[in-house]
């Protein structure tokens, strides 16, 4: 039973049974928190410890062998977590004393373990904390930057050591809470001067960002915005589909990218909402119904799958594949630990989807592919691919606010744009 009421313990809880379960923390987190009735500030508090500790776990783990005599495999589970608890406040939260820091983390242990973890938090406050040291560049930025050693090598394969630095650098930053504006119901100026604190978005022209629980935002149960990312707002204007089109979101799920589409169309035309996962459609239905959007039908499909009646039909095909994610590590920090090689089969499967998809698209109209995900297996060398077989597609270039592909493809990076790791490829068929 969860216990809701010490944000520490909330935090203990839920970080053991992700650490079994292997489900994604903000799934188990959102549960967790909507069960719960602790106060705003505590509910943060669970927050900022969990996602912190998921995130810095290879850092919070190197600190651990620095500071005790045991190894990693020979410590209790419970114990692991409460000195990763405990050190994360310590290492990273400047508003918590090391004396509260400490004592709360130690009241939250067996009375067996109390003794050892208090000794390896105070350890810790009497020993200088360095810099991690290795000749391995892998090693290296996998102490530093909390990632597994397979995808710092990745990212200098792909990117070179310098800027593999600076991106991981970027994934460092707090997440910000991206909002769409639902304009259909208000412009951005008036949603602006409603939610305290609000900022507009850079470059995508119907963006905020916020802070606080974002169900607890003026506008939410009235259905004036969505949470979306800046990168995925850029994609939808990219896109770039108008009243009256036919649009097919080929991989739809949670529907972000149909909800703004469908904005843009001024809810006139049609759009068609597939995705592998039937389950996973009442999302996209949920969310259009909250939005006031009529316009947008789900339907259960392989998007390598063709569908006869649907051929050069479509004037907006969207195809956001299924990626490997390495885009999204601020908001989705178990990746952080995944092997790359896991993903090795996603680029053939993509193209699959791509080259169905393509198919959809009437002459004259526009094909975007997309993904979350910073790898260029993945990315431009799809898209390549794919126009290497496909003459009669060609890229166009596009710009979105300060940011431009003359290429007709970019990926956009959070240590340059703001954004979520994100690649956008306009085509059109000749």
């Not at 005790?68 to 994360?88: H, M, N, P, T």
């Not at 949603?191 to 119907?206: W, Y």
Request: glycine fraction near 6%; charged fraction near 25%; include cysteine.
């Amino acid at each position: 039973m969860t216990n809701t009421q010490n944000p520490r313990m909330l935090a203990f809880e839920l970080l053991q049974k992700a650490e079994k379960s292997k489900q994604y923390s903000n799934i188990a987190l959102d549960h967790a928190l909507e069960d719960s009735n602790m106060k705003e500030a505590d509910k943060r508090l669970s927050s900022i410890l969990f996602y912190g500790v998921t995130e810095r776990r290879i850092t919070l783990d190197h600190r651990i062998t620095e500071l005790s005599s045991r190894k990693l495999d020979e410590l209790d589970g419970k114990v692991l977590c409460a000195l990763r608890i405990g050190l994360y406040q310590l290492i990273y939260l400047d508003r918590i004393p090391p004396h509260a820091a400490i004592n709360e983390t130690v009241a939250l242990c067996p009375k067996k373990s109390a003794g050892f973890v208090n000794a390896i938090l105070r350890a810790h406050t009497r020993t200088p904390m360095t810099a991690p040291k290795s000749d391995d560049p892998a090693t290296l930025l996998s102490l530093t930057y909390s990632v597994c050693p397979a995808l710092a090598k990745r990212f200098i394969d792909d990117f070179g050591i310098e800027e593999a630095r600076a991106i991981l650098s970027g994934f460092d930053k707090t997440a910000k809470t991206t909002l769409r504006v639902n304009t259909l119901k208000v412009d951005r100026e008036t949603l602006l001067g409603a939610i305290d604190g609000a900022q507009t978005t850079q470059n995508s022209p119907v963006g905020l960002f916020a802070s606080g629980s974002v169900r607890s935002l003026y506008g939410f149960d009235d259905g004036l915005f969505f949470v979306q990312d800046e990168a995925s707002q850029i994609c939808v204007e990219v896109l770039g589909a108008t009243e009256g089109d036919l649009m097919l979101d080929i991989c739809s799920c949670p529907g972000s990218k149909s909800f703004g589409s469908a904005i843009k169309m001024k809810d006139k035309g049609r759009i068609i909402a597939f995705d592998l996962h039937e389950n996973k459609l009442s999302l996209v239905s949920n969310g259009a119904e909250r939005l006031g959007i009529d316009i947008i039908e789900t339907h259960a499909e392989d998007g390598r799958s063709f569908i006869p009646e649907l051929e050069l039909c479509a004037d907006r095909v969207l195809c956001d594949v299924p990626c490997s994610g390495f885009g999204v590590l601020s908001k989705k920090p178990e990746l952080r630990y995944k092997d790359p090689a896991g993903s090795a089969r996603l680029p053939e499967i993509q193209l699959a989807i791509l080259e169905n998809a393509s198919r959809y698209v009437k002459r004259g109209g526009v094909l975007v592919y997309s993904t979350c995900t910073l790898l260029s297996s993945e990315n431009e060398d799809n898209v390549n691919a794919f126009l290497s077989k496909h003459p009669e597609f060609e890229l166009v270039p596009w710009k979105i606010g300060d940011i431009s592909a003359e290429r007709g493809y970019l990926t956009l990076y959070p240590h340059v744009h703001g954004t979520d790791g994100f690649f956008i490829a306009k085509l059109i068929r000749k």
